[in-house]
């Protein structure tokens, strides 16, 4: 049984700091059912030191006089039987006490237990105003440690501290499903070996986020039900191209709040050519009316003229894309998953049939079935000896300019000197880079003159394309090994930090949606 | 067979749209009039050659250009017009097609 904390003794009290790390070792709390509350759900450890189950929901506050503050609110709240959290009102965590610096920034990420801290409720925001001179307006979740731990060497305020990659997976690919085979089975595959990789019991999910182009008539409450997961968060996600991107960064927050605490990020796609080519002519009301009755002949049509367009612009070659395509089938080689992987030569290239002027066929996408999924979680849930996988930035754009410019641009142009700014890091600093690639125009447009080691599982172009949602996934997923150092023989040496992107959603001339992370390797 | 393309101008700030929209992009207006345009510049063009799940498909030629009024418009084109030809624009049921001026 935990001896009792004082109940004179003010929350936080005896957080320190010693040599710009935070050492968190007491909580307590006032009040006789408040305090049997508390101690249900906190109990402490034989080190003095706090132990609160993970998903216990919980209030950050800045600096002592908060805490007192929302220790005196929560204590009137649950005397008067007010509030939604009920059970977790009184437990509130500790923070050094800096007033200028964000709290996100000032926490870390090792040690023996977590506790996640919400965004106050609204009835919570009410209460405490007339205490508070500000908001506890950040969602994060803190970890107590049980030793010192270096804040990250970096610079630059970290995105999310608590919540990170810890497992990928993928089923095979296909250019043909068999009978039998069906979006939801290379789903389920992808999952399964996601959740292997990642060592997670599929009882421990508590979350999943979904895409697919052809999942319907269903949803992502009936994946969840075919898989047997029952769960107390779930996404299904409509961007296309960036869904990947962006059910991320929704994952990533879900569990840097607490809202759920292992997600499961899937996508995949098994429409046969057929089915894509009906995809593709239906794809929104634009499309439907404007574009496939003129036999547009689908995206390929549509970076068809873009791709026009910019090697005009810049004008650029033919080979100049061919270049890339040749580099990407080089990876390819390494990836036992890609649909291609012979060794292209330009000569290949350049003599490939044309699909849609100047596209070729090695510009084009294939179309294959198959499943990404990726599993996010505390970075402490990441199976031992392998480095978790934490995102130093993330931004999305969606419907930039309206459909207004010339598509030689993406959404990542809104943002992109805001994304290495928050990531606290140069491109230059890039190990490795998975960009989003339908088409070479496309990964030109979204890169512009940078040089990374690219697309080094081959690439969508050449590994395929399961639908966007999973190709983005794919990027992600790669770019994932890669940083944990686990992509064999096309490992990049050292990879510590990595940029990953999505792109897609082509409403009519161009595509509107885009999202981009820097990720890195947590030593 | 109609002359022209139907585009939508905002009653408030007569900026012109295709496809049309529901609150205009420039002002947020939410009133449209549905106004013509009957000229474009071709701007960039390629060939369809092949087509998803279609064995026996033949080739059609589509552009992007921009229209007299100002939009940039995807049209099917029914001749041989390469880039900087003037068209004329006819719709089939919504969709914009050109042709060169005779
Ligand atoms: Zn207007």
Redesign the interface.
């Given at each position: 049984m935990p001896s009792r904390p004082s109940v004179d003794r003010p929350i936080g009290a005896s957080a320190v700091e010693r040599d710009g790390l935070l050492d968190v070792d007491v909580l307590a709390c006032r009040g006789g059912r408040d305090d049997l509350r508390f101690m249900q759900a906190v109990r402490r450890s034989q080190d003095d030191r706090v132990h609160i189950p993970i998903r216990e929901e919980l209030l950050v506050a800045v600096d002592q006089r908060q805490l007192l503050a929302a220790a005196e609110v929560f204590s009137r709240r649950a005397r008067a039987g007010v509030g939604e959290h009920e059970a977790q009102v009184f437990a509130l965590a500790l923070h050094r006490c800096d007033q200028r610096a964000p709290p996100a920034s000032q926490s870390y990420d090792r040690g023996t237990d977590h506790v996640s801290i919400v965004r106050a409720s609204r009835g919570w925001d009410r209460y405490h105003r007339p205490w508070l001179d500000r908001p506890l307006s950040r969602a994060m979740t803190v970890r107590l440690t049980s030793g010192p731990i270096p804040l990250n060497a970096l610079p630059g305020k970290i995105m999310y501290t608590n919540a990170a990659i810890i497992g990928v997976g993928q089923s095979a690919y296909t250019r043909r499903p068999q009978p039998g085979q069906s979006t939801h089975t290379f789903i389920r595959d992808a999952v399964v070996a996601a959740l292997v990789d990642a060592a997670i019991d599929p009882r421990e999910v508590d979350g999943m986020a979904v895409a697919s182009f052809s999942l319907a008539p269903d949803a992502a409450i009936d994946l969840a039900w075919k898989l047997g997961l029952s769960l107390r968060w779930l996404v299904q996600d409509t961007n296309g191209g960036s869904s990947a991107m962006n059910m991320l960064g929704h994952a990533l927050r879900a569990v840097e709040t607490g809202a759920a605490s292992v997600i499961l990020v899937t996508g995949g796609d098994a429409t046969g050519?057929?089915g894509?080519?009906?995809v593709?002519a239906n794809f929104n009301?634009?499309t439907q009316?404007?574009?496939a009755?003129?036999?547009?002949?689908?995206p390929?049509?549509?970076y068809?003229?873009v791709t026009?367009?910019q090697m005009?612009t810049y004008g650029l070659q033919k080979s100049d894309y061919g270049q890339l395509a040749i580099a990407q089938r080089a990876w390819a080689a390494h990836n036992p998953y890609a649909v291609y992987r012979a060794a292209m030569t330009m000569e290949d290239y350049l003599a490939a049939?044309?699909?849609?002027?100047?596209?070729s066929r090695y510009d084009c996408v294939p179309?294959v079935a198959g499943a990404q999924a990726i599993v996010v979680a505390h970075p402490d849930r990441c199976p031992d000896g392998r480095a978790p996988v934490r995102v130093r930035a993330h931004r999305a754009s969606f419907n930039y300019d309206?459909q207004?410019g010339d598509g030689l641009q993406t959404g990542i142009s809104t943002f992109a000197g805001e994304l290495w700014r928050a990531a606290g890091v140069d491109p230059a600093d890039i190990d490795v880079a998975s960009i989003y690639d339908d088409y070479p125009t496309m990964v030109f447009a979204q890169l512009g003159e940078r040089r990374f080691p690219l697309n080094t599982w081959g690439g969508m172009l050449s590994a395929g394309q399961p639908g966007g949602p999973a190709g983005g996934l794919n990027g992600i997923s790669e770019a994932v090994l890669q940083l944990q150092h686990r992509a064999g023989a096309r490992q990049v040496e050292a990879a510590r930090l990595a940029v990953t992107t999505g792109y897609g959603m082509t409403l009519?001339?161009y595509g509107a949606t885009a999202a981009a992370a820097v990720l890195e390797r947590l030593e | 067979m109609n002359r022209g393309v139907a585009i939508w101008r905002c009653v408030k700030c007569r900026t012109g749209f295709f496809p049309q929209r529901l609150l205009c992009s420039r002002c947020h207006g939410d009133t449209f009039e549905e106004d013509r345009v009957y000229q474009a510049v071709v701007e960039e063009i390629s060939t369809i050659r092949h087509m998803l799940g279609q064995t026996d498909w033949q080739p059609r030629r589509i552009a992007s250009v921009r229209t007299s009024d100002g939009q940039r418009i995807t049209v099917g084109l029914t001749d041989e017009s390469e880039p900087g030809t003037v068209i004329e624009l006819f719709e089939e049921n919504a969709s914009p097609f050109g042709a060169a001026k005779k």
């Open positions: 050519l057929g894509y080519a009906k593709a009301i634009a009316l404007h574009l009755p003129l036999g547009h002949g689908g390929n049509g549509v068809a003229l026009s367009r005009k049939p044309l699909v849609a002027d100047p596209l179309v309206n207004e009519y001339r | -």
